[in-house]
């Protein structure tokens, strides 16, 4: 909602207090001010000025060498290039050294050899947006009326000299949607009167009753109707403090009738509409249900098939309005219309949402009967739209008005006790002064013993409880006046969980180590949900998915790092390594929720290591991202529990992929993408990894236990097995492992051997052994002993037998 600060003084009496200050006391009381926009801001320098002569300039077809009076001693030759500049108009001048928005400065100039003294200026370049200028000066400069003063300031004519307040209204706030809403909380907020517009007019002899009949079969989507008939009205422009009120709160002047409706809406939150009363085509208004398939043309000159869903003001026959929405192109206000029938109503706000959101139509009318509109304001907003008609448009108005009433309305009365209002701001507050408060709200009000007995306005429909007067009282109060106390009772410190602390290590490590975090949507496509599965089951498609690319709740979190490496490299970022923290989704059925496990993947694609000074570049393969993992499992002490399978997988490359396997028990894996999924991708050599960061976070770990630095020498023995090729290194570590015993502290592979020495099938691994005791230096013969027995469990076990 816009608020014009000049407009808001005719309600409630601002004087010693800015607009900065207005905003700040409008915040404080509970309704946020955005901010606080200077309509005039950095203009200076710009005058009425009456054109004297108007002649072609000599050099240039589309330029105008124009004399201008501008209240000076003599009048100044000024070039302007507007189309519509013409002998004996009032114009918007600016001076030479005035200043226009943006910082322009006005200088003199030379045009075409021509000497120019300022500029004529159109309301555009005066700083009004393009969507608010009337349509009549949308192009080229505005005209003043005759009656301009020559010479005078016309930012203050065109009420520019004002500044406007941006509420960020709550939808509950539905009463400052209009300037009296406002004026009744800043009133309340500053303890002055509200101050309410005229109403009174003139009525003519004859009746409206006698011109028009109202009837409504939809009466609890329309419970009242009112209609008022103005006869001889003059459609001309709107006066300009009219139009400037108007362009202030974002509305674009047509012409004195819509105008007036506008600004009724804007005044009082009630939406009017006008009827060209000769264009209507009957002497009867019917607020029905459309039917089926039933056709409106709108105001927008677009055609709208209708549904029984939407309510339609009609002339007993054909529609002529969208209820509460938009009204129709056939009866419209028009530059011939004499005779207006207008219209107040109050219509149901879900009815008209219906039919603003099936047709698109979203205005500030819709918003209001949306929101709520007070049902007791209905009848005044008719009343001072037809004062304003009688003067501003020269219209007689009809006596009496034309109604379909069914509406029964009861202010709310809500009560609560001193007790508990003290209780809940913790204040000390006395009965006079909660008094006070609710008659500066003007909200009825009576005491019986400790409670307060409240008659809520209609204005006010969202208070209903007890709970909105406490916040009443505190808005008003203040909330900087209320005090400041620490709970009372014990309380436990919040921490974090060893599964959360654990997963933050995880984030922390994989950052360490290189790799960015992703955030990717849990909803993919139906070919792509079950790639990659740890776990395959039925994916689960929505009911009503946004698209068929975001249609299945994902069962692996691969493909979309795949689609995250794609769109870097589509941006030439070809080396990137991410990971996600995740969930997945399990289909337990069709009548059971899906289960959602925490999954933790990776993907690695380009160099791992660039030093191109010293000529080094390492690219990524697979023991790189299997030194990685290996790194976390360090970290989380899981180092001696996992275990590593070779595997096939579908979408990974058949040689270069393992299982994880934790305890025996698979957890995930890890591998290259297959060369089909990287041509499908656009990708170079890319490794991924997927893991249950739940099966991960939640394994037992043996305590921490630290050893200390060995005091006595190692030894260590290296051999070269010949095993079959099919035989795992991985395997070969185990059978060594479980037959070095005690003696035995670390293992690892150094050389791999297939050359053609090497007899057809075979393949020679080698190791290396460390053995120390921390107790004592070992013999040659402890040694020999323990090595003994890691020779035959390995030819035993594997058919390994040493190299020659």
Request: negative net charge; glycine residues 8%.
């Amino acid at each position: 909602m816009f608020v014009s600060y000049k407009w808001l003084q005719d309600y409630v009496d601002l004087s010693g207090i800015t607009p900065a200050e207005l905003a700040e006391k409008i915040t404080r009381s509970g309704i946020e001010v955005e901010g606080v926009e200077v309509l005039n801001e950095g203009i200076r320098g710009v005058v009425v000025g009456h054109v004297l002569e108007r002649e072609q300039h000599p050099n240039a077809d589309k330029l105008n060498k124009c004399l201008v009076d501008i209240g000076g001693d003599e009048p100044v030759q000024i070039i302007c290039g507007a189309a519509n500049v013409d002998k004996g108009q009032k114009v918007a001048v600016a001076t030479v050294g005035a200043v226009l928005p943006g910082n322009f400065k006005i200088k003199k100039a030379k045009l075409r050899g021509e000497e120019s003294n300022g500029m004529i200026c159109s309301l555009q370049e005066l700083g009004i947006e393009s969507k608010l200028v009337a349509k009549e000066y949308s192009e080229g400069i505005y005209v003043f009326n005759q009656d301009a003063e020559v010479g005078t300031d016309a930012i203050e004519l065109l009420h520019r000299d004002d500044q406007v307040l941006e509420l960020g209204l709550t939808p509950n706030r539905s009463d400052c949607l209009s300037m009296l809403g406002v004026a009744y909380e800043v009133a309340a907020i500053l303890g002055k009167e509200v101050k309410l517009p005229e109403t009174d007019h003139a009525e003519a002899v004859e009746k409206a009753s006698d011109y028009i009949r109202v009837d409504v079969e939809a009466t609890e989507d329309n419970p009242l109707y009112i209609a008022k008939v103005i006869k001889n009205v003059q459609i001309k422009p709107s006066p300009l403090w009219l139009q400037g009120r108007l362009m202030a709160a974002g509305i674009r002047p047509h012409n004195n009738v819509v105008d007036i409706t506008n600004y009724i809406l804007l005044e009082y939150g009630q939406p009017l509409h006008a009827f060209d009363y000769d264009r209507l085509g009957s002497k009867q208004i019917l607020v029905r249900r459309a039917k089926d398939g039933e056709v409106i043309q709108t105001l927008d000159e677009a055609k709208r098939e209708l549904t029984s869903d939407h309510l339609l003001i009609t002339n007993g026959e054909v529609p002529v309005a969208l209820a509460g929405v938009m009204g129709g192109l056939d009866s419209e206000v028009q530059a011939d219309t004499k005779t207006v029938l207008l219209e107040s109503a109050y219509f149901k706000g879900a009815t008209v949402r219906k039919s603003s959101k099936d047709h698109g139509l979203r205005s500030e009318a819709s918003a209001r009967f949306e929101k709520g509109v007070d049902p007791n304001r209905v009848s005044a907003a008719a009343e001072r739209a037809a004062h304003l008609l009688e003067k501003y448009a020269n219209g007689e108005v009809l006596a009496g008005s034309v109604e379909a009433n069914t509406l029964k309305v009861e202010p709310a009365v809500v009560s609560v006790t001193l007790e508990k209002i003290n209780r809940v701001l913790g204040t000390t507050l006395e009965m006079p002064e909660v008094e006070d408060i609710f008659a500066r709200l003007q909200f009825e009000m009576s005491v019986d013993g400790d409670s307060v007995i409240v008659t809520v306005p209609t204005r006010r429909g969202d208070i209903t409880i007890e709970e909105d007067l406490i916040e009443e009282v505190a808005r008003i109060f203040g909330y900087d006046n209320l005090g400041s106390t620490l709970p009372i009772g014990s309380s436990t410190p919040g921490h974090l969980t060893a599964y959360q602390n654990k997963r933050r290590t995880v984030r922390r490590y994989l950052e360490g180590a290189g790799l960015y975090q992703a955030i990717t949507y849990s909803l993919t496509s139906g070919s792509k949900a079950a790639q990659y599965a740890l776990e395959t089951r039925e994916p689960i498609r929505l009911a009503m998915p946004m698209s068929e690319d975001h249609s299945t709740l994902r069962l692996s979190i691969v493909p979309q790092l795949l689609s995250v490496l794609k769109h870097n490299a589509a941006r030439q970022n070809d080396h990137l390594a991410v990971y996600e923290i995740g969930d997945v989704f399990l289909s337990n059925g069709m009548e059971d929720l899906p289960d959602e496990r925490e999954h933790l993947a990776g993907a690695v694609t380009g160099l791992w290591l660039s030093h191109p000074w010293q000529g080094e570049k390492k690219p990524v393969d697979f023991f790189v991202v299997k030194g990685i993992l290996e790194g976390l499992f360090a970290r989380l002490g899981l180092e001696d529990s996992i275990e590593y399978r070779q595997a096939v997988r579908d979408g990974l490359h058949p040689g270069r992929t393992a299982e994880i396997l934790l305890n025996g028990a698979e957890i995930g894996f890890i591998g290259q993408t297959h060369p089909t999924v990287e041509k499908e991708y656009d990708l170079k050599d890319t490794y991924v990894f997927e893991l249950s960061l739940k099966a991960i976070l939640e394994a037992e770990i043996a305590p921490l236990h630290y050893q200390a630095i060995p005091r006595y020498p190692s030894i260590t023995r290296d051999i070269a097995l010949v095993v079959n090729k099919e035989t795992a290194a991985g395997e070969l570590e185990g059978i060594i492992k479980d037959a070095g015993g005690v003696l035995l502290k670390e293992v690892h592979v150094f050389d791999l051997y297939e050359g053609d020495r090497m007899e057809e099938g075979k393949k020679s691994i080698a190791f290396s052994l460390k053995y120390f005791d921390p107790e004592r230096t070992l013999t040659d013969e402890d040694v020999v002993k323990a090595h003994d027995k890691v020779l035959n469990a390995v030819k035993e076990k594997a058919g390994a037998v040493l190299r020659g």
